[in-house]
């Protein structure tokens, strides 16, 4: 059974950083793409960013610059390091794994199969 449990999250200040981390069991992942989503209350679950298995990253507009999504394949485990922290990024944040070997979708929600249960970030201003 395949589970992914994201820690990490917390309450920081407008400027701060945190380091997420989604820790995957059941298989191994280092043949497809895990990403970050996020959902602010009221809003729609948004992509952040993606690795995909040829270590490319992928970021949404609007946190490039500010966010690295990273790998520890001998951990089976995906980061997401957040610095210059905004108010604006209070959400929900959410692992997910695509059960695709080799995929190449990053950027929609549809194509993961699996997901963490989440974790609150909430900057204050």
């Known amino acids: 059974q395949v589970q992914l449990v994201e820690s990490g999250g917390g309450l920081v200040q407008a400027g701060g950083s945190l380091r997420l981390a989604c820790a995957a069991s059941?298989?191994?992942?280092?043949?497809?793409?895990m990403a970050w989503f996020r959902q602010a209350p009221g809003k729609e679950r948004d992509f952040v960013a993606a690795?995909?298995?040829?270590?490319?990253?992928y970021y949404a507009d609007s946190v490039k610059g500010r966010f690295t999504i990273s790998r520890d394949a001998t951990k089976n485990t995906v980061y997401l390091q957040m610095n210059s922290l905004k108010p604006e990024d209070t959400a929900v944040y959410y692992c997910?794994?695509?059960?695709?070997?080799?995929?190449?979708?990053?950027?929609?929600?549809?194509?993961?199969?699996?997901w963490g249960q989440g974790t609150q970030v909430t900057v204050s201003s």
């Open positions: 690795s995909g298995w040829t270590g490319r990253t």
């Open positions: 997910a794994a695509d059960n695709t070997v080799y995929g190449s979708g990053y950027y929609s929600e549809t194509i993961y199969d699996y």
């Open positions: 059941g298989r191994a992942f280092s043949r497809h793409t």
